[in-house]
């Protein structure tokens, strides 16, 4: 029997072996050296920032703000949405363009610069 191939899916290939590459295997290699010791595989350099109050206190605070954030933005993003879906394509060209055009002003204010 023969395999199934997606001819499309194999346009990324180039693509997924570039990531792998470039992304995936300078993680793995950071994530192996994270447990090598002077002896040997170890679990130290963990134990040693999990029992630290302080480091608890970081990861508490970076929780803390990533909820408020995401929290900021589903209650600002999600009515924005839901007015460009209903919106006629005039008002919808006029609020899309009031959303992006902050965004870019500092590529421009850069690129004149």
Do not use: E, H
Request: glycine share 6%; with cysteine; proline share 7%.
């Amino acid at each position: 029997m023969k395999a199934w191939r997606d001819p499309v899916a194999l346009l990324a290939m180039p693509a997924v072996l570039y990531l792998a590459l470039v992304y995936a295997l300078p993680l793995g290699w950071l994530l192996a050296k994270s447990f090598a010791g002077a002896n040997g595989p170890t679990l130290q350099p963990y134990i040693d920032f999990f029992s630290d109050p302080f480091d608890w206190n970081v990861i508490a605070n970076t929780l803390t703000i990533a909820l408020w954030v995401t929290l900021a933005c589903l209650v600002i993003g999600y009515p924005a949405a839901f007015a460009l879906a209903r919106a006629g394509a005039a008002l919808q060209i006029a609020m899309l363009v009031a959303i992006i055009l902050p965004l870019s002003v500092g590529v421009v204010v850069k690129a004149f610069a």
